[in-house]
Nanobody, 122 residues
């Protein structure tokens, strides 16, 4: 099993910055994708950004140019630097890990953190 623990959420004013961290522990995967999803009240959970073990990133159009995702493979930790925050960024942010286990072919397994609240309000 994999456990994900997020930290760094909080309350900021529009234009402010926050840095989220997520540390993974448990089963070690040689290949995985870690990232962040968010869910605002009344809306579906959406991908914010993700990053593979090799460093390839994927970002939602709404956060491009403002958010930067990075990771430390040795620590199995992913970070999300959020700048120029907007009220519409307000949501619970969930850390996500998809581990790829090779057994003839790759099989993906998904893990989720408990979530951390990010509130952007003036």
């Amino acid at each position: 099993q994999v456990q994900l623990v997020e930290s760094g959420g909080g309350l900021v004013q529009p234009g402010g910055s926050l840095r989220l961290s997520c540390a993974a522990s448990g089963i070690i995967y040689s290949r995985n994708t870690m990232g962040w999803y968010r869910q605002a009240p009344g809306k579906e959970r959406e991908l914010v950004a993700s990053i593979t073990t090799s460093g390839s990133t994927n970002n939602a159009d709404s956060v491009k140019g403002r958010f930067t995702i990075s990771r430390d493979n040795a620590k199995n930790t992913v970070y999300l630097q959020m700048n120029s925050l907007k009220p519409e960024d307000t949501a619970v942010y969930y850390c996500h890990l998809r581990g790829m286990m090779f057994s003839g072919s790759y099989i993906g397994t998904d893990y989720w953190g408990q979530g951390t609240q990010v509130t952007v309000s003036s």
